[in-house]
């Protein structure tokens, strides 16, 4: 039944034509908008830490708040546009409820209303990327799917939230205070709503799907975790989300406090990860295309181990130093993959969104939630270096994993087993 409903999805798919340029590229944009307000918090934390009197466990806390409630409204948000077909109009409601949190972060003023301000920001955020997964995989022939999904997710949010964001927060947090930042960072997400109700329309395939057959969660549920990809790629997720956020959280403060990088340099050194992801976003999901899922994540998660063994033990040119991070940081060109592509590829079309919405929503309630905390309780008993020696052994675990996963890629269908 999946080969059958996988070739129809394929049938199905239009060219790839200049509409489909015109949504990968909003899709992308609103990403990156997203993540340049969801990192901002981590890239001024310098500034933040001693302005509110914060402990590394604190720290921790606020990254935590964000994921558990993204997890939340992921889950709530993909299930229920699985069901309604109505993805666009919650699309574009969440850009903008994200964009509004954005500013209600700048009045901050104690621990409690950052963390607050950070959950409201979880709720708004959560639902985005498996719908817009999910409408990048019902609009993109199968052959190009990898490498549409990989710059959906990675291209905007690594160029915006991993390059622009340190390097533009940074520099205004420390001329007009970081309060200001954050209302320097939600404008864009009001445009973006604009554009996607302009522009993007409700992928009539999937609302079809939704239309006909809404079966109860349980039900679902059961069928999505029957392949064996998903819970690895849930496994996988919670691992390499953990990485993700605990190298945001903690590797400014370990540059500036241990290694003693000014803020400036700290913030060149962190945008070399948004260089690198961006261009991940191309050449890593495009790869996936030619050689298989597989293979590349396998890679891409030991390579994961060069970031924080550069920090901890490098110590000569600042440039070289960029060159292992940008290297290392291959890693995160993995996650369209086994967040949106291996998923979408696996389960039946009518399961994507929520199939999608359930690794994000794993990764991000055992890796994001728990991690940070957990990292930041390391850091506070045994020192900021801590958290970079978990993030090696995340990698490698994810390496080992993955080496259990079912190929998917449509160029190497006749070779599965």
Known sequence: MLAVESSARGAASPTFGRYQVILVALLSLNFGILFFDRNALSFVMPFVKPDLGLNNTQVGLTSSALSLAWALSALFIGARADRSGRRKGYLVAATVAFSLCSFATGLANSFFMLVGSRLLMGLADGGIAPISQ????????????????????????????????????????????????????????????????????????????????????????????????????????????????????????????????????????????????????????????????????????????????????????????????????????????????????????????????????????????????LAGWAADVAGLAAPLWIMMGLCTASGLLALALKETAPALESTRP
């Open 134 to 373: 999910s409408i990048t995989a019902l609009a993109v022939p199968p052959e190009r799917r990898g490498v549409a999904m990989g710059v959906m997710q990675n291209f905007g949010s690594n160029l915006l939230g991993s390059f622009a964001a340190p390097v533009l927060l940074v520099g205004f947090a420390a001329a007009y205070g970081w309060h200001k930042a954050f209302y320097l960072a939600g404008v864009p997400g009001l445009i973006s709503a604009f554009l996607l109700w302009r522009f993007i329309r409700e992928p009539e395939p999937m609302a079809h799907a939704a239309a006909v057959e809404t079966p109860q969660l349980h039900r679902r549920l059961r069928e999505i975790f029957g392949h064996r990809n998903m819970p690895l790629c849930a496994l996988i997720a919670v691992l390499l989300v953990s990485y993700l956020v605990i190298c945001w959280t903690f590797t400014p403060l370990y540059l500036t406090k241990v290694r003693g990088f000014a803020p400036r340099e700290m913030s060149w050194l962190m945008g070399t990860l948004g260089i690198s992801a961006t261009v991940g976003s191309f050449a890593v999901s495009g790869l996936s295309d030619r050689i298989g899922r597989r293979p590349v994540l396998i890679a891409a998660s030991f390579l994961g181990l060069i970031l924080p063994l550069g920090a901890l033990y490098y110590s000569g040119s600042v440039w070289i130093l960029a060159t292992l991070f940008f290297f290392g940081w291959a890693l995160n060109g993995t996650f369209p993959l086994f967040m949106g592509t291996i998923p979408s590829e696996s389960v039946s079309r009518i399961h994507m969104t929520t199939a999608i919405a359930l690794v994000m929503g794993a990764g991000e309630v055992f890796g994001g939630v728990l991690s940070p905390a």
